[in-house]
């Protein structure tokens, strides 16, 4: 590792060494409150630190024209994953700040700190064996977090998860192995210019490519929680912890998107085709399936896990739309799939973990709010927090002027906006059509859940008002996503603009590297956009 690259991994870096720091101290000193702080100060640190690499003028000529440095890819997609990372991470921080179990904070604290590193490694990976690396950085320590806290079945859901996962691994590192044997070589840049100008052998090689592009999306769809890799959500969420099943719910599948991204759309072409089929599909069945289960829900853990089911469907959209504007679709001006999925992700999140923090404040030592039983009358008893969950239920549902309705907005007009005028690209329109019309069936069906838990608060009363004993933690937590919700919703044009930026940027490869002029890893090399890119009309 050379000292630029070194430089470059600082954020990282410290979130790593804060990591293990904390481990050790934990063992000495198991206060509770003192870590959760001390996390979000790193956090904060990292974030500070990264800022500080944007201002400097290698660091901003890399963003603005993509940059490889050794096994690391510095541009716009990048940096834009870091940062959602590390506020994501500083809301879980706070949620985890009271109630994960006696002694058990500083495990939980450290955790998240590997994580948070772990998807950062992703998101800035130029090779197979730093995403594997990054992917499993994230899983190891999402091992240990669902052993701690305090839920209605903490071993069975965290067993459940660590075997399932390790399948997906298996399934995703399989295809690596398939993807290797046509490229000869684990760096994204070697595989991007074998599948762009293969060879004789890479060319005999290509139904291989197929299969791996096939078994790398399945590895994959286990972290996004699509369709049929799903099936553990509802009780792995139900027998957590409200802060693990936040955690479940959003961090995965930033890791998931980030590598697809990375490693399929980015780093294969050729294969449009399939990856667009493959995903339309996988979201029509996801966003139906994951709704329609939803509906009969009185868990609330496990009607968020069918919800978070449904919203990965979603992001597919976006995701299908991508692969067939890259495969020669023309897409209208001013629309990106890929760029709509990011955006969502961010949105999704902002809700999400705004349920979870609010649901984690009003609970309490003798009882944890899991149900929509405990919810009932919540607006008499803590009127703030039953209007900040009525609002993030409203923001998963899609009404405006919420940042969820954008969202979705981004997400169907971009299906909406493909047509056939490029002959190359075939009749695409009918199919996204049908995928939009589906998209916004579901949204109707998923405002019926979402509405009914609204109701239990505002309609029904309850037994016993729930204790609210979450902690200031929690409760600012709750506050800051509820403000992310509107903020966006009132102003969404600067994300959404940052998104197709994100997306651009991971497509761009330069066409010197594709030719074949190397650099050493030790030197960067500037990346310029691929001319094929022009086919596609964002």
């Known amino acids: 590792m050379t000292s630029e690259t070194a430089y470059l991994l600082l954020p990282e870096i410290i979130l790593i060494l804060a990591g293990t720091l904390i481990y050790l101290g934990g063992a000495f000193a198991p206060g509770k409150s003192a870590w959760a702080a001390l996390a979000a100060l790193v956090i904060l640190a990292a974030g500070g ?35 959602g990372v590390l506020a994501v991470g500083l809301v879980f921080a706070l949620v985890g ?5 006696e002694g058990d904070q500083s495990e939980f604290q450290g955790s998240l700190l590997m994580i948070l590193a772990g998807l950062m490694l992703v998101a800035l990976s130029n090779d197979l064996v730093l995403v594997f690396v990054g992917l499993e950085l994230i899983s190891i320590p999402t091992y240990v977090m669902l052993y701690l806290g305090k839920g209605t079945n903490l071993l069975e859901s965290g067993t459940k998860y ?24 684990t760096s994204l840049i070697d595989i ?33 929680t699509a369709v049929p890799f799903h099936f553990y959500a509802p009780d792995v969420y139900q027998g957590t912890s409200n802060a693990n099943a936040g955690i479940l719910a959003v961090i995965p599948k930033i890791a998931a998107l980030a590598a697809i991204v990375r490693i399929i759309y980015a780093g294969m072409p050729g294969l449009e085709q399939i990856g667009w089929q493959l995903t339309l599909a996988v979201a029509l069945v996801t966003m139906t399936l994951g709704n329609l289960l939803a509906l009969w829900q009185t868990n609330v853990r496990r009607m968020m896990a069918y919800s978070s089911i449904a919203h990965a469907g979603y992001m597919l959209i976006g995701l299908s739309v991508g692969f067939a504007a890259a495969g020669g679709a023309v897409v209208a001006e001013g629309l990106d799939g890929v ?33 929509l039983d405990d919810l009932a009358g919540l607006s008499s008893s803590h009127p703030k927090t039953s209007a900040a969950l009525a609002l993030f239920m409203f923001s998963l549902a899609g009404l405006p002027p919420l940042a969820g309705f954008w969202g979705k ?13 490029n002959p190359e690209s075939g009749n695409l329109w009918p199919w996204f059509v049908a995928l939009a019309l589906v998209g916004v069936i579901n949204a109707a069906i998923s405002g019926a859940y979402y509405l009914r838990l609204i109701g239990v608060m505002y309609f029904r009363s309850g037994d016993a008002a729930p204790e609210g004993q979450g902690g200031a933690g929690a409760a600012l937590a709750t506050a800051l996503c509820a403000l992310a919700v509107i903020g966006i919703g009132a102003y969404p044009g600067p994300l959404v603009e940052a998104g197709k930026k994100a997306s651009r940027a991971a497509r761009d490869v330069s066409p010197e590297m594709l030719a074949g002029d190397r650099v050493p890893a030790n030197q960067t090399a500037v990346v310029k956009p691929l001319p094929g890119l022009q086919k596609a009309e964002f």
């Open 192 to 224: 991007r210019e074998t599948f762009a100008n293969p060879d004789a052998d890479a060319a005999r090689l290509m139904s291989f490519a197929r299969l791996a592009l096939i078994l790398i999306f399945a590895g994959l769809a286990f972290r996004l």
């Open 162 to 185: 660590f075997f399932l996962s390790l399948l997906s691994s298996a399934l995703m590192l399989y295809g690596f192995s398939f993807l290797y044997g046509v490229a000869g070589s």
């Open 97 to 101: 700040s009271r109630w994960v179990g």
């Open 49 to 83: 630190a990264l800022a500080q690499q944007g201002t400097t003028e290698t660091v901003q000529k890399a963003l603005v024209t993509g940059t490889i440095s050794g096994p690391l890819t510095i541009d716009w997609f990048s940096a834009a994953i870091r940062y």
């Open 339 to 371: 760029g709509a999925t990011l955006f969502y992700l961010l949105v999704y999140a902002a809700a999400t973990a705004g349920v979870f923090a609010a649901l984690t404040y009003l609970s309490g030592e003798r009882r944890i709010v899991s149900t």
């Open 409 to 421: 907005f981004t997400l169907f007009t971009g299906a909406l906006s493909v047509d056939a005028r």
